[in-house]
């Protein structure tokens, strides 16, 4: 799921009951992660494949480069909340 929170896209995940909001914008070109294909804890960019781990913004084949953004999240009371730097 994508969604707007004032000027920031977020890609939203929920796996295992847990739920997991990073930047929309892949670091490699700016693809639209919440269009990727999520196996596990791993979404793929639709655009050229880079993978990155929902709960860490890592990338998953090379660690070492920029992550994508993380944000907390809450549920409560079936809404989430999400806190922006």
Same mark, same amino acid.
């Given at each position: 799921?994508?969604?707007?929170?004032?000027?920031?896209?977020?890609?939203? %995940?929920?796996?295992?009951?847990?739920?997991?909001?990073?930047?929309?914008?892949?670091? #490699? @070109?700016?693809?639209?992660?919440?269009?990727?294909?999520? @196996?596990? #804890?791993?979404? +793929?960019?639709?655009? #050229?494949?880079?993978?990155?781990?929902?709960? +860490?913004?890592?990338?998953?084949?090379?660690?070492?480069?920029?992550?994508?953004?993380? %944000?907390?999240?809450?549920?409560?009371?079936?809404?989430?909340?999400?806190?922006?730097?």
């Amino acid at each position: 799921m994508v969604a707007n929170v004032g000027d920031t896209m977020l890609a939203l %995940f929920r796996i295992e009951g847990r739920c997991y909001a990073i930047a929309n914008a892949c670091p #490699h @070109k700016g693809g639209p992660l919440g269009e990727g294909e999520l @196996k596990g #804890h791993t979404v +793929t960019c639709p655009w #050229h494949g880079w993978t990155w781990d929902v709960r +860490t913004g890592t990338n998953v084949r090379m660690p070492a480069l920029k992550k994508v953004a993380c %944000f907390p999240l809450v549920e409560e009371n079936g809404e989430l909340f999400v806190e922006l730097d």
